[in-house]
Nanobody, 114 residues
Framework: VQLQASGGGLVQAGESLRLSCAASGSILRVDGMGWYRQAPGKQRELVAHISSGGSTRYADSVKGRFTISRDNAKNTVTLQMNSLKPEDTAVYYC?????????WGQGTPVTVSS
């Protein structure tokens, strides 16, 4: 199973980006899907998570601005990021939990200029 993330880029503060992550390979069922980010010099942190049932949770710093969604038929996860701030600058990684394994995408960089 390989995950391919896309959609990162350079934007100005207040603008939006949409990240997508698709899985290739044979997957019968994906449990949790999530987006993490890692800024320079910082630890990787959870940004948003969506369960197989559609329950979502977000980091406090992105609540109200980011929305995570999934398409179970296509095994894809999307992160809609609105009202971006310079502090959102990081490399964003998608993650699929396919019990008992965790799979990571390659990371897509997001840079928000002030």
């Amino acid at each position: 199973v390989q995950l391919q993330a896309s959609g990162g880029g350079l934007v100005q503060a207040g603008e939006s980006l949409r990240l997508s992550c698709a899985a290739s390979g044979s997957i019968l069922r994906v449990d949790g899907m999530g987006w993490y980010r890692q800024a320079p010099g910082k630890q990787r942190e959870l940004v948003a998570h969506i369960s197989s049932g559609g329950s979502t949770r977000y980091a406090d710093s992105v609540k109200g601005r980011f929305t995570i969604s999934r398409d179970n038929a296509k095994n894809t996860v999307t992160l809609q990021m609105n009202s971006l701030k310079p502090e959102d600058t990081a490399v964003y990684y998608c993650n699929f939990w396919v019990a008992p394994k965790s799979y990571w995408g390659q990371g897509t960089p997001v840079t928000v200029s002030s």
